[in-house]
T-cell receptor, first 112, second 116 residues
Framework: AQSVTQPDIHITVSEGASLELRCNYSYGATPYLFWYVQSPGQGLQLLLKYFSGDTLVQGIKGFEAEFKRSQSSFNLRKPSVHWSDAAEYFCAVDGGADGLTFGKGTHLIIQP | GAVVSQHPSWVICKSGTSVKIECRSLDFQATTMFWYRQFPKQSLMLMATSNEGSKATYEQGVEKDKFLINHASLTLSTLTVTSAHPEDSSFYIC????????????FGPGTRLTVL
């Protein structure tokens, strides 16, 4: 069965600093990978997705993620965070018939 | 940690019938729950926000008369797909905020609906 691990439950970053959120997955074939963001009280919003092709994908709000098959990783990055980026971030893998599996999320805190 | 369950995990039904999917928060109370659907190999799409004791809030383009949501208690929200058609076949997921500290969301395991 597929699984997703987000090893960092909380991350604190200073405003303007760079950000990397880690995501590792376990899946037998080429995965379809997603990053979602959720602000308090809101539903999920898709940041970006990887299906195939270029392993570096660009998303909304200045986010990007890189698919590394050898490391089974799909880490999310942003070169300079803004206070409005404070939210919960979820990585997910689509296993086809097994549906979508989410990581437990990483809570991002932005320090002034 | 907090757990959200969904029932059933798989359901197959005939076209024209109605199907009810349950979403339960097992060890915490949730005044709000979210319902999503996902087509194969596509992104998750928010359908509606379920509010305990009041009407659900539907996203644009989602038919509220077709996807009936009832949040009858602080631990249960139900999604009923009425007069289901094959195009309703999808993966339905619910989530609920734990309401503890960081407002972390917990996701149910999903329900795969196949309409014949």
């Amino acid at each position: 069965a597929q699984s997703v691990t987000q090893p960092d439950i909380h991350i604190t970053v200073s405003e303007g600093a760079s950000l990397e959120l880690r995501c590792n997955y376990s899946y037998g074939a080429t995965p379809y990978l997603f990053w979602y963001v959720q602000s308090p009280g809101q539903g999920l919003q898709l940041l970006l997705k990887y299906f195939s092709g270029d392993t570096l994908v660009q998303g909304i709000k200045g986010f990007e993620a890189e698919f590394k098959r050898s490391q089974s990783s799909f880490n999310l990055r942003k070169p300079s965070v803004h206070w409005s980026d404070a939210a919960e971030y979820f990585c997910a893998v689509d296993g086809g018939a097994d549906g979508l599996t989410f990581g437990k999320g990483t809570h991002l805190i932005i320090q002034p | 940690g907090a757990v959200v369950s969904q029932h059933p995990s798989w359901v197959i039904c005939k076209s024209g019938t109605s199907v009810k999917i349950e979403c339960r928060s097992l060890d915490f109370q949730a005044t709000t729950m979210f319902w999503y659907r996902q087509f194969p190999k596509q992104s998750l799409m928010l359908m509606a926000t379920s509010n305990e004791g009041s009407k659900a809030t539907y996203e644009q383009g989602v038919e509220k008369d077709k996807f009936l949501i009832n949040h009858a208690s602080l631990t249960l929200s139900t999604l009923t797909v009425t007069s289901a058609h094959p195009e309703d076949s999808s993966f339905y997921i619910c989530s609920a905020p734990s309401g503890i500290g960081t407002d972390t969301q917990y996701f149910g395991p999903g329900t795969r609906l196949t309409v014949l």
